[in-house]
DNA sequence: CTAACGTTTGATGCATGCAACAGCTTCTGG
DNA sequence: CCAGAAGCTGTTGCATGCATCAAACGTTAG
């Protein structure tokens, strides 16, 4: 239940601030409205809804300020996971690491932004989990859910400049992992993913922003 | 209600694994199950409970690994707080951490390990909260819940010769916010945090623990 | 015309009741 | 005495109904 209403808060059909009624959901699943406010209020938890007491439940829009929070999370999580995986006697995930670039470097000549987004999206999370630590993926699951992935980073894709920039930055991550050098995984990932947080606040809108340093 | 139940949670009067029966809470607190059942979801979202599927709900006790995983990602978070502050432009909090730290010293001499714990306690997250990061704030909440921080750290503050070192540690992550050298900030917290979470995982059981080089 | 007020409406908040199921207990056949 | 099955019990899972309240609307006095 839980996933299901949540797929269909991100899936963007409702605007932000689009009223979720818990009757009309509960029609939309056909369940009571009993276990769409168990839902509700977890998602709430989540950040994706703002639940307006005795009001109604309605989409969040995550604030700039917000976003670039969450950036600034997002930098310091994936340096650990990159730092971690670096650590680890052996990585098994160095193949299919390779494997992703490669792939990633075709859809980038392909201009094929979708395929593109998919596979970076794909890099990350694998790093992610390569670093063996299950906390860590529940907060940048959590994480990932508010940033509200799609939204931005596909827009983001479009561009093919940043392509190119970004699959390099992959690439001094992956050589990192692979050379067991720590310290450089983390900071390459968090040169990485700063550089993307940018170009993702800079693309956006037109406001500039200043993300640190 | 879910801070209240919480609270009861955290409190250390279940021992862990112990049952938390929602005909029990409702009585306990006067209210329906219904507002009880939202509440243990969002609990179980937490990581604070588990619930087992029309089985019931029982008090959730992290194992060494989780612990480990957990104190890598308060390492992390607690640097990316550090450094953050230490880049703001004018740090009003510099005043109550030097204040805290004093206050700390002399409740290490006087061997009052309560209050020592609870001014550490403070310390820390005035640098967390001063950061100025919302969802910084979130995730080191959850993730310090999950910790069930009383437990461990209260007895961890029992040893003399770890207060002195922390002490000591939390000096040199004032001095390089006071610098504005964020870089340095973030080194000495995550030292910091990981020197105390080998301390404490050493110490609560007789395990060797690796956190990590 | 405007501002304040009463009314209406639509939603949530919670109590309650029933069905369904996991796990234990007990009974029975060997 | 033991293994397996049947039922028993306590719990959750969910539907439903009523009370409550916020916001919108219309009404009326000034």
Redesign the interface.
Known sequence: MLDRVRRLVLSGGFSPGAPLSEVFLAQEFDVSR?PI??TL??LQ???LVEIRPKVGTFIREPTRR?IV??F??KE??E??AAG?LA?RGSVPELGVLEHNIEESDRAAVDQDATRYAALVHEFHRTIITGAE????V??YD??MN?LAYHRLVLRTAEHPGRIRASTGEHRAVLTMIRDKD?FGAEAAMRNHVHASAREVLTDARTAPVEL??
Chains 1, 2 share one sequence.
């Open positions: 009993t406010r168990e209020k977890q938890h989540e950040g917000e929070e969450l600034q999370l310091s999580l340096g650990l971690l650590r630590n299950s906390k860590l529940e907060h959590r994480l508010q720590h640190s340093s």
